[in-house]
């Protein structure tokens, strides 16, 4: 069973996704969220979803989705990191993407899919997010094609996040993935400083420990980065874009082009 979102405000046993429904829905504004996709949205298209939308506490660790389950949620987050991980056979698990304040979680039911093709835990910091259940989601973008179209359009956009995943698998050594994760966490946290464990980043690289604290001594040595215990500091975010190199920053203005704005300086 997933973890529950919150001990103090949820029910203990938390359903697949890992959200459970609060004590007491609150009125959700379209000003009042910090989620940029809803901001983003036209006050028709809010208001097709409002009635069903719900804010839910997210808590770093807990579980939001697992591979298999039927989605029966749909979550925009207004913080934290929610982090995509390929589970093969042997219970060997591969980061694959993050999403934050710039999306949701739950874009393969608007594609046709009904069960949690990945699974997705909660990093970084503690947060809220907001809920819709998945049927009245499906109702919405079905009356509206601009609501559908901004949805599979972060879905495309999270999918090029994914590919040039791949692409730096494929060609880079590890110091210059590890530069890349770090920029893709820095885009989604507030402040410069990233709660973020060696063992964390071993499975973002699929790499042992040992070679993730050997990159983190690099781009240290290179004055991009500051280590502390269980935390990274970026300190000089241009040398980190120049190492990451060319699978940075493609899919970052993608999503600005076709999605929403996404600048640190907002957030």
Do not use: K
């Amino acid at each position: 069973m997933a973890q529950p979102v919150s001990t103090a405000e949820l029910p203990r046993g938390a359903a697949p996704d890992g959200m459970q429904p609060g004590t007491r829905p609150v009125p959700i504004t379209q000003a009042g969220t910090r989620n940029a996709l809803l901001r983003s949205l036209s006050p028709a298209d809010f208001a097709l979803l409002q009635p069903h939308l719900e804010r839910v506490p997210l808590v770093v660790n807990a579980t939001l989705a697992q591979v298999g389950q039927p989605i029966e949620t749909v979550c925009f987050l207004e913080g934290a990191i929610a982090g995509f991980l390929d589970v093969l056979d042997d219970g060997r698990q591969l980061a694959v993407g993050l999403v934050g304040r710039e999306g949701f979680v739950g874009w393969p039911l608007l594609m046709g899919g009904d069960r949690w093709q990945h699974e997705v835990t909660v990093r970084a910091e503690n947060s809220t997010a907001i809920r819709i259940g998945a049927e009245p989601m499906l109702r919405a973008v079905a009356d509206s094609a601009t609501l559908r179209g901004l949805m599979l359009r972060f879905a495309g956009n999270f999918m090029l996040q994914m590919s040039r995943t791949i692409v730096s698998n494929l060609i880079h050594p590890v110091e210059r993935r590890t530069a890349r994760w770090l920029l893709l966490y820095h885009d989604r946290i507030a402040g410069d400083e990233i709660v973020l464990t060696h063992e964390e980043l071993s499975i973002m690289l699929g790499v042992r420990r040992a070679s993730v604290t050997d990159a983190l001594h690099m781009l240290e040595g290179d004055h991009a980065i500051r280590g502390l215990r269980g935390r990274v500091v970026i300190a000089d975010r241009a040398r980190l874009e120049a190492m990451a190199g060319e699978t940075y920053g493609y899919a970052e203005a993608e999503y600005r082009r076709l999605v929403a704005p996404m600048d640190r300086a907002e957030r």
